[in-house]
Structures are given as structure tokens and as C-alpha cells.
């Protein structure tokens, strides 16, 4: 299994932005057929780390590289992260391997 996180640092006064826009991106994702993944936020919004995290899982890279194909050949998906762009100051993308 593999799974894709990516990693959200809003900028000042737009945490609920970079929420609810993932949120949007979620919906994109369904519409186009593809699993919404899991967003989650801070617990502790004084903490360090991303303001809001964005994961799913795969079965195998194809089916990862086929994902990001579909969100790339979407005009839907790439509004919404052409306006995610302006929420954040950072944003990090990891794509990893379950060992167990």
C-alpha cells in the first residue's frame, strides 16, 4: 500500500480557507470518480506543523500515477488548487510506502 499526504501551512488568518478549500478539492475528487481521501487539522492550532492534512492510500504506484493524472487533466481540480495556492505559505507532498 501506498499512501499520498500532502501538508498545508495557511497563511495568517486563512486556516478555515485551507479547510474548506480541500474540502472543495475532496468533492472535485469524487465527482471524478476518485476515493475523497481524509483531511485533518490540528488539534492544537498553537502547535507546530501543518495547519491541515490532506492523505489517501493506493494500492500500488499505477493506481497513484493514475490519480495524479486525473487531477491533472481536470479544469475542476485545477481551479481549486490554483485558489489553494493563495491560502498557503507552504505546502508539502509526500508519497510513501506501508513497510507492514
Known amino acids: ?10 497563511k495568517p488568518g ?8 480541500r474540502a472543495r478539492a ?3 475528487r469524487a465527482a471524478l470518480g476518485l476515493d475523497r481521501g481524509s483531511v485533518f ?6 502547535s ?8 489517501c492510500e493506493f494500492a500500488s504506484i499505477e493506481a497513484h500515477e493514475q ?6 487533466n481536470s479544469p475542476d481540480f485545477e481551479a481549486v488548487r490554483k485558489y489553494m495556492r493563495s491560502c ?3 505546502f508539502e507532498r509526500h ?6
Do not use: I, S
Open 1 to 10: 500500500m501506498y499512501v499520498e499526504r500532502t501538508h498545508y501551512y495557511a
Open 95 to 100: 508519497f510513501e510506502r506501508c513497510v507492514d
Open 48 to 55: 507546530e506543523g501543518p495547519d491541515v492534512t490532506w492523505q
Open 41 to 46: 487539522h490540528k488539534a492544537d492550532p498553537e
Open 14 to 21: 486563512k486556516v478555515d480557507e485551507v479547510r474548506k478549500t
Open 67 to 72: 490519480d495524479l493524472a486525473a487531477r491533472a
Open 88 to 90: 498557503y505559505d507552504r
Open 26 to 28: 475532496c468533492d472535485v
